[in-house]
Structure formats: structure tokens, C-alpha cells
């Protein structure tokens, strides 16, 4: 009831949207404020803990029972794919809206949520003048949201994705556009929560590798990788570099963001359906209608050699580069005022914000969303931050407190994003910003010789 009143008020809002020098406050307010549609229900929320499955998630292998023989021995890899079992598609179709797939993909099977809620929608309206703010605001606002104007749409993921890779991805989510600034976020789907994901995705299908594939000519696969000008828009990691290299044009572009929703082709051989290759690298539309990646003009048999120099040819995992370097603690004084303008002002606030006037919401990572519960953490005011956060006891906790290494949660927290973009996953702290490119190291620096210097105002 309160809720839905609170949605009522957006509009409100909207009527009276300020253009005074306020307007940003008032204006994030809005937007980090939020409970979505789906989390209206805080009643059907109990069910989402991941609880843990003893139960081998995958079954044997589907892979081809085929020979392999002359050239298919040159293969570095045989493509294993395992059999997802269990899990329900309509309780998958529930855990969708619960854990709000749909504030950031299209064709989710939900609808959108409304954009005052779209993680990407809003950012495409500003791009687009569509958003009710002055011009000098909307001038302003394009340059930060650039990187954030598109997320892929879940459209035909049953043609596309493997069930097993969406098993693994939707516990522990990587990056997989080199060119797009987002990620999938870490939610708090264990095992449990995956498979009901995952029949729902796929529609219970499982891929299988067509014997032709492995037949047919990788060489002859590389240069029309080559010649049809694929590296315009795809990286493809751990092989011989493409002759042309992805590289961001014009802002606001449909070609940026085809760029920024090219996967790294590294992945299609861990991901991608080998059995729906062929027609994908044919024309793209007929199996995704609404995809940004162009006919190729390839013939089915140089997209099946295509497909199987993507899926077979020996690539090495290209290797990370050193962790960033944790700082020394700074010398000079470092005030609040600092810290949020480098840190809590710039990322945190868009999630953890002030229980606004007219919402009397804070966004997801204080009211609740993506299904987590309300944490009540705000980070919007120095009075704020040392309030804390509520447990899972239900009782407030400072979000200095040391975790078990010493380090306080809140420096954990953005320590921890930094691990998982390396692929680390802390069990004690979530990474933070949740789904965003980690803080630099200066940027943690600061934070934590604020916080080592007693926490000034
Ligand atoms: C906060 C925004 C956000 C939410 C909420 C979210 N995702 Fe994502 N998701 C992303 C982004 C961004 C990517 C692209 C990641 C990349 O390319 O590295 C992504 C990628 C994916 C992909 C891979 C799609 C592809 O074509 O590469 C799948 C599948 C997916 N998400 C499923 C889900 C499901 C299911 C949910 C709900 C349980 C969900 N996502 C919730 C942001 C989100
Ligand atoms: C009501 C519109 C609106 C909604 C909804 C919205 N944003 Fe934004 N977002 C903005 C505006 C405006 C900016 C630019 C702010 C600025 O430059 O001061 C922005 C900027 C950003 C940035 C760049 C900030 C930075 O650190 O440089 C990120 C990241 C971002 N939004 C993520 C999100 C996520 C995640 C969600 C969903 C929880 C979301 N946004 C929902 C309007 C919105
Ligand atoms: C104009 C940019 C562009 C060009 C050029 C392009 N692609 Fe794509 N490609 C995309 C986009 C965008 C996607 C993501 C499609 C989606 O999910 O809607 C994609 C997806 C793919 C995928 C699926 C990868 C995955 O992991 O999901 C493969 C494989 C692929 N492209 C291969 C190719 C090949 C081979 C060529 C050259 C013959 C090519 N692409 C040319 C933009 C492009
Ligand atoms: C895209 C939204 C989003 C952004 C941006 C974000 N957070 Fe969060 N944050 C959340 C959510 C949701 C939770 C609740 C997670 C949970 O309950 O596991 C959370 C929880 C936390 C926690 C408690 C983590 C734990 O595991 O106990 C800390 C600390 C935190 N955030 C700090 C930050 C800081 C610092 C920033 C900015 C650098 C930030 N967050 C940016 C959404 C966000």
C-alpha cells in the first residue's frame, strides 16, 4: 500500500522536478530511491536464499559420440556439455521478478520496469532528450551515462545460451564485453535459485555439438574472421589478435552500442549453442530479432568453418595482470567531504542513498532490490554512513567493524569488487559497487585513510 503510493509520488515528482541548483539531489533522491514492482512483495522474498544442493548439478556429458579422427584430432578442446537437471522454469519465471532482471534486461519476460526504477532505460532517455531535466543538465548527465546506456536483452536466450554455461555465470557473473562498462551483477542466486534460472532461459533444452562442425576448415574460418571485418566489433582473447581492433565512434551511437554489446569471442565456445552457430553467424535477426549484429553475408558452410574455428582452435587464457596495489594510508588529512566526492557521491549513492522525502526509499542496496533485502545502509551523509546497516539478525551493525582479517567491511566490500573482477569470490563481503568497475586503488586509498583517521567530518 505504501508502495504503491510511493510510485504514485514519482509522478508527483516529475511534475515538480526542480531546476535549481538542487536538482541533482532531488533528482538521485528519485531514482536510487526504489523498491521495484517485483519487490512490492517483501512477503515472497523468504524463499530466494540460496540453499546449498547436494546434488550434482549436471548430468553426463552431451558431447558428439562421433569418431574423432584425421583433423578433428588437431581439436586443443572437445566441447563437454553437461546436462542441467532439476529446477523449474515456472518458479524460475517467479525468480525473475523477484530478483528484478527486468530494471535492467529487455525481453526478460517481465516487462520493463517503469524507467524512475530502469538501470538503463533512464540513462537512454537522458541520451536521448527524452528525460525531463534542463538542457544544461541533460548536457552534463550524457557524458557520465554514456558507458551505461545498454545492458544485452535476454531475447532468444534458449537459441543461444547453454544451460550449464548460465548455471555457472548466474552464481559467479564475469565480464564478457570488453567494450561495455556494466557487468552482470553478483546476486544472491545459489544453486537452487540457477536451475529454476536456467530451465526458465533455455526452456529445458540442452545443445549438442553437430558432427560437421568438426570437420569442417578452421583456417579458412580465421580469414573470413578477418576479411568480413569481425574484429570492427568483436575481441577475440587468448588468439592471434584480429587485424582490426574494436574502438569506440561517435556517443550516442547505434554503432557504439553494437560495440559495446559485442561479446569477446572467447566465450562463444563456453556459451554459445554449437547446434544454432551456424544460423546465428548466417543472420544474426533470424534468431534474435532486435540484435545489433549485422547479416554477415557468410554462406552456411564458411559460417560453419567459422563456427568451428571459434569453437576448436587452442587459444590461451591471456593472463591478469598484477592486483591493483594496495596504498599506503595518506599522511595528510583527509575530510568527508573528499571521500564523497571521490567515492560515495560519484558510484555508491546511485544504490545506497538518503531515505528520500517523497519516496521514503533508498534504493536497492538500503530499501531492497534485485532481491536482496532492505540493508539499510545509506551512504549518502556522513551521519548516515556511521548508522551502519542491519544484519541478517536484524540488528544494526557498523560497517567499520573489522570482518575476520581486520579490514572494515566497507573497505572489504570494495576490496572484494576488485577480486571479483580478477574472478575471486570474498564469501564474507559482497564486491561493491555491486555490478560496476571496481574503485582505483587511489580511490581506496582515500577511503581508508579517512576511515584510519578516525572518520572526520
Ligand atoms: C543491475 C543490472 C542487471 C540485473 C538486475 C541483471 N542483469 Fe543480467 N546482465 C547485466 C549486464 C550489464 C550484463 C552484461 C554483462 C557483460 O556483458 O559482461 C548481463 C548479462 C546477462 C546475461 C548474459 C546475456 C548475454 O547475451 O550475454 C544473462 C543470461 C543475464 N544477464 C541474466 C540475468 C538474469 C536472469 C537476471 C535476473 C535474475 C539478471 N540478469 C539481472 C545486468 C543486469
Ligand atoms: C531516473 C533516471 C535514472 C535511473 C532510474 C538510474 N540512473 Fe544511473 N544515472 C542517471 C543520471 C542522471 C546519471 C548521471 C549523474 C551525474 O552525472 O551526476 C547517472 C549515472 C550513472 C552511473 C555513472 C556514475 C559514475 O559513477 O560515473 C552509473 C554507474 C549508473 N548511473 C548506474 C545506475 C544503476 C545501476 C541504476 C539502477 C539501480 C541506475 N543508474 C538508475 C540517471 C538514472
Ligand atoms: C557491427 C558490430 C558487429 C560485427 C561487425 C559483428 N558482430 Fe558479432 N555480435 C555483435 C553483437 C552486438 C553481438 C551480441 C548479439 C546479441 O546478443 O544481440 C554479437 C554476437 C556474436 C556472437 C555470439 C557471441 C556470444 O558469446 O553470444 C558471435 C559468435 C559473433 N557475434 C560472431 C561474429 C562474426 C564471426 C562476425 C564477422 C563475420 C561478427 N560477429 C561481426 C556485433 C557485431
Ligand atoms: C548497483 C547498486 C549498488 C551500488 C552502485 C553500490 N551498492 Fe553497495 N550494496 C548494494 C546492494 C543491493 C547491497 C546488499 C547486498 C547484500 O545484502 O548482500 C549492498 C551492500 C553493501 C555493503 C554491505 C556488503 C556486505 O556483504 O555486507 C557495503 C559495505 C556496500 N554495499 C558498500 C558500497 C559502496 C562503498 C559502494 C560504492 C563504492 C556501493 N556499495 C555501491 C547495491 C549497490
Not at 535476454?154 to 562498462?181: C, I, N, S, T, V
Not at 529454476?196 to 562442425?213: F, K, N, S, W
Amino acid at each position: 500500500m505504501v508502495l504503491l503510493r510511493a510510485k504514485r509520488k514519482e509522478c508527483d515528482w516529475q511534475r515538480g522536478f526542480s531546476r535549481s541548483a538542487g536538482l541533482c539531489l532531488a533528482f538521485f533522491s528519485l531514482w536510487t530511491g526504489g523498491l521495484g514492482l517485483a519487490g512490492c512483495d517483501e512477503s515472497q522474498k523468504t524463499g530466494t536464499s540460496p540453499t546449498p544442493s547436494s546434488s550434482a548439478s549436471t548430468g553426463g556429458p552431451a558431447s558428439p559420440s562421433g569418431a574423432r579422427g584425421g583433423e578433428v584430432q588437431q581439436h586443443s578442446e572437445v566441447l563437454t556439455i553437461k546436462h542441467v537437471t532439476g529446477g523449474d522454469a515456472t518458479r524460475g519465471m517467479a525468480l525473475a521478478l523477484e530478483y528484478q532482471c527486468n530494471r535492467c534486461h529487455d525481453d526478460s519476460g517481465h516487462t520493463p520496469m517503469a524507467r524512475d526504477m530502469h538501470c538503463v532505460h533512464c540513462h537512454q532517455d537522458i541520451l536521448a532528450d527524452k528525460f525531463p531535466a534542463s538542457r544544461e543538465a541533460l548536457t552534463r548527465w550524457k557524458k557520465t551515462v554514456e558507458p551505461f546506456q545498454v545492458v544485452p536483452s535476454l531475447q532468444a536466450a534458449a537459441e543461444r545460451l547453454r544451460g550449464d554455461w548460465l548455471f555457472d555465470f548466474l552464481q559467479k557473473p564475469h565480464d564478457l564485453r570488453p567494450k561495455l562498462q556494466p557487468t552482470m551483477p553478483r546476486l544472491k542466486i545459489g544453486p537452487a535459485e540457477a536451475k529454476h534460472l536456467v530451465q526458465y532461459l533455455t526452456h529445458g533444452e540442452t545443445a549438442t555439438v553437430p558432427e560437421a562442425l568438426l570437420r569442417a576448415d578452421q583456417k579458412q574460418g580465421r580469414q573470413l574472421l578477418e576479411t568480413r571485418g569481425c574484429g570492427s566489433c568483436h575481441s577475440f582473447s587468448g588468439v592471434a589478435p584480429l587485424a582490426t581492433r574494436p574502438k569506440l565512434e561517435a556517443p550516442g551511437s547505434t554503432i557504439n552500442r553494437a560495440i559495446m554489446l559485442a561479446p569477446d569471442l572467447a566465450f562463444a565456445r563456453q556459451r554459445f549453442r554449437p547446434d544454432k552457430l551456424v544460423a546465428w553467424l548466417v543472420d544474426p535477426s533470424r534468431v534474435k530479432p532486435t540484435t545489433l549484429m549485422p547479416a554477415t553475408g557468410l554462406s552456411p558452410a564458411e559460417a560453419a568453418s567459422v563456427a568451428a574455428y571459434l569453437l576448436f582452435t587452442p587459444r590461451t587464457e591471456p593472463k591478469l595482470g598484477p592486483a591493483p596495489p594496495r596504498l599506503p594510508i595518506l599522511e595528510r588529512p583527509v575530510s568527508y567531504a573528499e571521500v564523497d566526492a571521490k567515492v560515495f557521491h560519484l558510484t555508491c549513492r546511485h544504490c545506497h542513498s538518503n531515505a528520500d522525502i517523497q519516496l521514503g526509499e533508498g534504493g536497492p542496496g538500503n530499501t531492497g532490490g534485485f532481491g536482496f533485502p532492505a540493508k539499510g545502509l545509506n551512504l549518502s551523509s556522513h551521519a548516515a554512513i556511521n548508522s551502519g546497516y542491519k544484519g541478517e539478525d536484524g540488528e544494526r551493525h557498523s560497517v567499520f567493524a573489522p570482518l575476520s582479517d581486520g579490514t572494515p567491511r566497507l573497505v572489504a566490500a570494495v576490496l572484494a569488487r576488485q577480486a571479483e573482477e580478477r574472478g575471486e569470490v570474498n564469501p564474507e563481503v559482497r564486491g561493491m559497487p555491486l555490478g560496476l568497475p571496481s574503485l582505483s586503488s587511489e580511490q581506496v586509498q582515500v577511503l581508508e585513510s579517512w576511515i584510519a583517521q578516525g572518520r572526520p567530518r
